[in-house]
């Protein structure tokens, strides 16, 4: 792309972000022609994410410091390397494991399937819900696992495994002219929902030295997209502390790719004790971002007209799988199982017609990027505006977007070259490779403020 030019997708995103229009100029793009290739526009996706949340960051930077808002020049090979963030991650030279033996494509009786079980208790559903014993050698249950996949239709795997708590989709096949099974047709899914509730003062950020710096996001979100935007948001200054509960601990390799800038720490919303702490902190919070299944927080009050109605000017931001409506709205989702439900892996298909995948979580750390965009820009509306914001993000919402409205751009530039964009640190978990942040303006901070520290062992305190 041209200096002066506006790309397309990026001048959608940020109209659909409500950014100022005048704004766009300022961003511009170092182009890589080594970018992994798909046959969906990813390129263009990720560079305008990165794009948007780098814009949003000098605008908020700018209206605290009452300047002009600086020039942003995205380098498409450093968003590449962050969108495979979680695959350049070492841990004293180890590489950790993407997906676990049992998650991944399989033949079924009448097409394909896709199952997830990074997690203990998902692996352990998936293999109840086909009366599988959990044990023996790895091999061996991939080997039983595949044959009883092979006698079932596809639809009865995803809806038997799903209703035993476990993670499979049928592969939408190519050409289908079908309704996805999130019940909505993917052409009807919005990319970003957002809107202001309550009226109120305007809410001025004094001058700080990075957009985010004195704001408290409460971060109640897990694998990978919401991660991935409070990891952005803890780069441009926030003080995010991420609240877990004790009977979900997380895979520690992937909280060394998302934990950079954040703090972590464990509360249990059903002790009376717990959810005073969890209480004093919300009371104090600018922003909450969640990455829950639809209504899974409702129990505890946390839905979010009752944030917003007990907590006025905060902003609640929300990611699931698969849509705020629909039949499917209330399942759990990850990345790959949205791929494979809503056409993209059949259209990333192999040569052999078995089904692709795209080369990247492109889902997850698009939807991240978009995400941390549209909490600056809330915040940056709310600094001179007041009131409260709702926003509201999915992965299927983003896919709908790739498959559906982005044009491919012409590819240039020079080859793509991971490298430079890797750095090192010690960390309690070791001597840590990774991927440093793709967000960049002028006058940006290079780096994250600390590294990930152990999940769970923070004290559940704002700064």
């Given at each position: ?10 001048a ?79 841990i ?28 203990p ?15 023996g ?19 009865w795997?995803q ?9 499979a ?23 970003i ?15 700080a ?186 992965l ?68």
């Open positions: 792309m041209a200096n002066g030019e506006t790309d397309a997708a990026t959608h995103v940020w109209n659909a972000l409500g950014g100022p229009a005048e704004l766009l100029g300022a961003v511009s793009y170092a182009p890589s022609s080594g970018v992994p290739a798909a046959r969906l526009p990813v390129r263009e996706l990720a560079r305008a994410t990165v794009g948007v949340a780098s814009l949003a960051a000098a605008e908020l930077g700018a209206r605290r410091a009452g300047g002009a808002v600086p020039a942003v020049r995205v380098d498409e090979a450093a968003v590449a390397t962050a969108f495979h963030s979680e695959r350049h991650v070492r004293d030279g180890r590489k950790p494991t993407s997906f676990a033996p049992l998650s991944g494509f399989w033949r079924a009786a009448d097409g394909w399937v896709r199952t997830h079980a990074n997690y208790h998902h692996r352990a559903r998936l293999l109840a819900a086909l009366g599988l014993p959990d044990g050698e790895t091999d061996a249950l991939v080997e039983r696992l595949s044959a009883e996949l092979a006698t079932r239709p596809a639809r795997i809806e038997t495994v799903y209703a035993a708590g476990g993670l989709v049928a592969v939408l096949e190519r050409g289908n002219t079908e309704i996805p099974p999130t019940g909505i047709p993917l052409t009807e899914l919005p990319l929902e957002s809107r202001r509730v309550g009226e109120g003062a305007p809410r001025p950020l004094p001058e030295p990075l957009p985010a710096s004195g704001v408290r996001v409460l971060d109640l979100t897990r694998v990978l997209a919401g991660p991935v935007a409070t990891r952005t948001l803890a780069l441009l200054g926030a003080d995010v502390l991420r609240i877990d509960s004790p009977r979900l601990p997380e895979d520690p390799d992937l909280h060394a790719d998302t934990g950079f800038g954040k703090r972590s720490a464990q509360l249990d919303l059903g002790d009376p004790s717990d959810r005073r702490a969890f209480d004093d902190l919300l009371a104090r919070a600018d922003v909450v971002v969640t990455g829950y299944r639809p209504g899974a927080l409702d129990r505890y009050g946390l839905a979010p007209d009752d944030l917003l109605g007990r907590h006025p000017g905060l902003v609640v931001a929300q990611v699931c799988a698969w849509g705020w409506s629909g039949p499917w709205a209330a399942r759990r989702g990850f990345d790959s199982l949205v791929q494979a439900a809503t056409g993209i892996a059949a259209t990333e298909a192999g040569p052999d017609g078995s089904p692709g995948v795209l080369p990247a979580q492109a889902l997850d750390h698009g939807t991240g990027y978009l995400l941390a965009a549209a909490v600056l820009r809330a915040l940056a509306e709310r600094h001179e505006t007041g009131g409260g914001r709702h926003l509201r993000f999915s299927a919402g983003t896919a709908s977007w790739l498959t559906h409205g982005i044009t491919p751009a012409a590819v240039d530039g020079a080859p793509y070259d991971p490298e430079p964009h890797l750095a090192e640190t010690p960390a309690p978990y070791g001597q840590l490779r990774y991927a440093r942040s793709p967000i960049t303006y002028a006058g940006r901070p290079l780096d994250w403020a600390r590294p990930p520290g152990q999940w769970g062992t923070d004290a559940p305190r704002w700064l």
